[in-house]
């Protein structure tokens, strides 16, 4: 069978590597598109936690540095506070002007201050400025860095100013002995001018106590914040901003020159503006931090908010720090990555269908190749050719393939015996058939010929008979008539015997098939029959006879020689009734023909069919031996049968069989 007649079958099934390869393909597809969703979805959250959590980081750092450059301040306020010429001092000034102790004057201890301060400043350089002033508010000394070139110098006597009025000096003296006031952070201001370039300066101060608990005076240092506010901006990271606000919300460091110390120049400008959250900050002191995204300058900015407390004795000054992260900036890492994902998956979707693919060529080679073997050679497969070898499913569906091949070649070459002697068979059959068919043709023939030539010496017999009564029947005597009687009664049976064999042989030659209404062809017979029947008062009973296709007049005869033989053959004293019934068949009639004579031994059942047999001498039932066998050759010319049932002395009932043509002739 050629290939294509199995394609529209094949076609409409997926091959083994389709059925793998498509759901394989399909659900890597499927997880990947699960997992970037998942990774798409998270990823904005992670990366807003990521930098808010790196914003905390960094103003923890700066809160730290912070409050070790406050400590750092304090700690140098309390040292030059500690150091021996502010005793000295004061020791003086209790004893009218001289120490006791060593007979220092208060100038040389002013003088022995002075050092101490410059190398403070020395050592110190965001300490710009530190003095002593007595309680009274006059500047006793005052070591600064605004020399020439900013040099480190003590400003002369006449120079030194009253600060009774200050703030820091009434805030400071009303602290206890070693306590710390801590200043507003502030631009340094010299005789109440902006000192340029600006400084944001915060004043340390202690006060001093003499002996008596007395208040003797407070030490003050000037610190200049600036590097302090450089160092936490290089905290925060290059792409961050960073601001610093006052404990009122007041700038004291952004990137905007007009916004930093506006305060100081009667302006406003406040951190709450562009953070709101500030303000919880502002309001609750224990709050530390504040983190949160907010949208300026129609940017999206993820901002960490800390609030600083640095002054140990006063918990409400502190430094508001602000970092910020424009979010878009950290956006563009999420494009980073996904790109670096996206190209990642298309990887994994390669890989997978390269390995989907050798995944089920390895599967569905072995089959394909199997198939390949069965298709190319059909039947006639060797087992070489399947892998009947290998392991496992494969292995074992190889093997009951091989297995069906070898019964399918066993039996195909059985098959092949068996047909090769069925066609030797059948060829003889047709031989002998038509040997068959010769032979009857020739019987036919010499039937034929036989009883029309043995019919030409009967009828000169007959005519001599005949010619021999007419010249010398008066001179015959009674012996001799009877004799001439005996030849002519002889010579018209052998011409009815004659007839009888032709009429046979002729049957069925010269007629065709026609419908014929079996209930009229009988009704014809009985009226054909009626005086036989008036004589002996015998009775045909029949009803409802079927209409088939056959050869009418051989019908007729049929029914007419079964009928004229329940009449002939009846029982001396029993008036003879002759039943005759069809029945339905599967592609035939059967009728039965039943009466009630002297019934036939069953050892007769047999040859009472074959031509010229009777059972009865000529003088019990006249006869010739031919009706019986006619009726079977008719019955045989209809493709049937014929046979008999009787019982000696209760009746007789032949059947036969017509087969009903009609249809296969429709
Ligand atoms: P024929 O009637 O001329 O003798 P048939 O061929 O018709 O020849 O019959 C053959 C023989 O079968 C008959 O001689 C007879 O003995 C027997 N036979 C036929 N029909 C019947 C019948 N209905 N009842 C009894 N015997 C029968």
């Given at each position: 069978m050629p290939a294509s007649e199995h394609m529209p079958i094949l076609g409409k099934r997926k091959s083994i590597t389709q059925r793998i390869l498509f759901p394989l393909v399909a659900l890597i597809v499927l997880s990947n598109l699960v997992v970037l969703s998942i990774i798409m979805g998270q990823l904005d959250q992670q990366l807003l936690d990521a930098t808010e959590q790196d914003l905390i980081n960094e103003s923890e750092l700066q809160a730290v540095q912070f409050r070790a450059n406050m400590a750092e301040l304090i700690r140098d306020l309390r040292f030059v506070t500690g150091t021996p010429p502010i005793q000295g001092l004061i020791r003086a000034e209790r004893h009218r002007g001289v120490d006791?102790?060593?007979?220092?004057s208060e100038a040389e201890w002013v003088a022995r201050l002075g050092v101490i301060f410059s190398e403070m400043l020395k050592a110190k350089p965001q300490n710009v400025q530190i003095r002593f002033i007595r309680?009274?508010?006059?500047?006793l000394i005052r070591v600064d860095?605004?020399?020439?070139?900013g040099a480190i110098q003590r400003v002369s006597q006449n120079k030194l100013?009253?600060?009774?009025?200050s703030k820091y000096l009434s805030e400071t003296l009303?602290?206890?002995?070693?306590q710390v006031y801590l200043s507003d952070i502030e631009l340094n201001r010299e005789f109440g001018e902006i000192v340029e370039p600006l400084q944001p300066v915060i004043r340390a101060a202690t006060p001093v106590y003499n002996a008596d608990g007395d208040l003797f005076g407070i030490v003050i240092i000037n610190h200049n914040l600036q590097s302090t506010f450089d160092a936490l901006k290089s905290i925060a990271g290059v792409d961050h901003q960073f601001v610093i606000a006052n404990g009122r919300g007041e700038?004291?460091?952004?990137?905007?020159?007009?916004?930093?110390?506006?305060f100081e120049y009667g302006r406003s400008s406040n951190i709450s503006q562009d953070f709101p959250a500030t303000q919880r900050l502002l309001d609750n002191p224990q709050l530390e931090v504040v983190n949160g995204k907010v949208n300026a300058n129609a940017k999206a900015l993820v901002y960490s908010l800390r609030s600083i407390a640095y002054n140990p004795e006063d918990s409400t000054d502190r430094l508001i720090l602000a970092t910020s992260h424009d979010f878009q900036d950290a956006l563009a890492i999420k494009e980073r990555v996904l790109s670096k994902i996206y190209l990642f998956l298309l990887f994994v979707l390669l890989m997978s269908g390269v390995l989907a693919i050798y995944v089920s060529r390895r599967i569905a080679g072995p089959i394909i190749a199997m198939r390949n073997t069965l298709n190319r050679d059909g039947l006639a497969t060797?087992?070489?050719?399947?892998?009947?070898?290998?392991?496992g499913e494969l292995g074992e569906l190889a093997r009951v393939f091989d297995n069906l091949l070898q019964e399918l070649s066993r039996k195909q070459a059985l098959l092949a015996t068996e047909v090769a002697e069925r066609k030797g068979a059948e060829l003889e059959l047709r031989v002998n058939n038509q040997k068959l068919k010769v032979a009857y043709k020739e019987l036919e023939q010499f039937t034929y010929i036989a009883s029309h030539d043995l019919q030409e010496p009967l009828r000169t017999v007959q005519s001599l008979v005949e010619m021999f009564e007419e010249n010398y029947g008066s001179e015959m005597d009674e012996q001799a008539k009877t004799f001439l009687g005996f030849i002519k009664e002889s010579t018209m049976r052998m011409t009815a015997l004659i007839r009888g064999l032709l009429d046979y042989g002729r049957l069925g030659s010269e007629s065709d098939l026609t419908e014929v209404d079996c209930q009229a062809l009988v009704n014809a017979v009985c009226v054909d029959l009626g005086l036989r029947l008036e004589e002996v008062g015998g009775r045909v009973e029949y009803k409802d006879l079927p209409v088939i296709t056959g050869k009418k007049t051989e019908l007729r005869l049929l029914f007419q020689n079964l009928i004229s033989n329940g009449l002939k053959f009846r029982r001396p004293d029993v008036p003879p009734k002759i039943v005759i019934a069809a029945e339905r068949g599967l592609d035939c009639w059967q009728f039965s023909i039943r009466d009630n004579g002297i019934g036939i031994a069953p050892e007769h059942f047999q040859h009472?069919?074959?031509?010229?047999?009777?059972?009865?001498?000529r003088d019990e039932y006249e006869g010739s031996g031919i009706g019986l066998a006619h009726c079977k050759k008719v019955v045989e010319l209809h493709g049937g049968e014929i046979w008999v049932e009787s019982q000696l002395n209760v009746g007789t009932a032949f059947y036969f069989s017509l087969r009903d043509t009609r249809d296969e002739q429709a």
């Open positions: 006791p102790s060593d007979g220092s309680a009274n508010g006059l500047e860095r605004y020399g020439p070139n100013q009253d600060k009774s009025a009303n602290l206890d002995s070693g700038y004291l460091a952004h990137p905007e020159a007009e916004r930093r110390f506006a060797q087992s070489e050719d399947l892998p009947i070898q290998d392991g009472i069919f074959m031509i010229f047999q009777r059972l009865h001498g």
